[in-house]
């Protein structure tokens, strides 16, 4: 893990799905100075609000407060970030990224969202800013991942 002291060493970065949802909660140090989105991240972040369930095993939980809260994720994404699109240079590296994970003895089945971020992540040459580092497992020789610390927020319970 990043010291949360250490200066980034990379100045451009795609942030990944996980960096917008837990923005708030992580150290800005860790974060590059430009900073970038996909059009797959938008995606995610646009399906979040409808995923809202109620929880009846947690009596604290608001699905209201819930769909509020990713609506606003949303918005400010929006407002900032003028999304990377998934073009036909990122679909031609998708393949290489999924024979990548496929040689790992991995499916990349469930995980298309994440692949298809790592491949516009190659396609663009930027390093990819996760909370999640073990998404991108076998992809060392396409992709640089940077670890990001991720803290405990209330709704990680």
Known sequence: MPDEHQPVEHQ???LDTNIMILRKW????????????????LAEL??????V???AEQNDYDEHAERARRTDILQRAENEFDPIPF???AARIYGRVCAAVISTGRTPR??????????IAVAEDLPLFTTNPD??????????VVPVTRRKVLHDR
């Open 87 to 89: 073009d036909a240079e």
């Open 110 to 119: 469930r995980r298309i969202a994440d692949l298809m971020i790592a491949s």
């Open 46 to 51: 646009s399906a979040g609000p409808h995923q």
């Open 53 to 55: 369930r109620s929880n």
């Open 26 to 41: 992580i150290n800005s140090s860790e974060l590059p100075a430009e900073m970038a989105i996909t059009a797959i991240t």
């Open 12 to 14: 451009q970065g795609l």
């Open 135 to 144: 998404d991108f497992k076998g992809l060392d020789d396409l992709l640089t």
